[in-house]
């Protein structure tokens, strides 16, 4: 059993940036594909990025392409959400989620089943 854990959440100005963190513990994350995902209130969550084991296949939401770039460091055991020009409606809890590929199949798109979860972080951009 993988346990996830979101770190790097907080409060800042429209068109600044924030670093979220997913690490793991419990198994080698090198073997997860992981998908970083967001539920403002009132609306469904919803998934922002994704990536599989290996980092080569990555997912992003229209709504964060190109602001948003999700990587990952095995040896470190951890996925990062790096978030750029941030906006107000970017405001969220983000959870990472992690689902176990160790044959290297997963790709992370929006139907992608996600067994392991974060508790969250809060993101809150002011305007």
């Known amino acids: 059993q993988v346990q996830l854990v979101e770190s790097g959440g907080g409060l800042v100005q429209a068109g600044g940036s924030l670093q979220l963190s997913c690490t793991a513990s419990?198994?080698?994350?090198?073997?997860?594909?992981v998908g970083w995902f967001r539920q403002a209130p009132g609306k469904e969550r919803e998934i922002v990025a994704g990536?599989?084991?290996?980092?080569?296949?990555?997912y992003y939401a229209g709504s964060v392409k190109g602001r948003f770039t999700i990587s990952r460091d095995n040896a470190k055991n951890t996925v990062y959400l790096q978030m750029n020009s941030l906006k107000p409606e970017d405001t969220a809890v983000y959870y990472c989620?992690?689902?176990?590929?160790?044959?290297?199949?997963?790709?992370?798109?929006?139907?992608?089943?996600?067994?392991?979860w974060g508790q969250g972080t809060q993101v809150t951009v002011s305007a």
């Open positions: 419990g198994r080698t994350f090198s073997s997860y594909a």
């Open positions: 990536t599989s084991w290996s980092g080569a296949t990555t």
């Open positions: 989620a992690a689902v176990r590929d160790p044959l290297g199949m997963v790709i992370v798109t929006t139907t992608t089943r996600f067994p392991h």
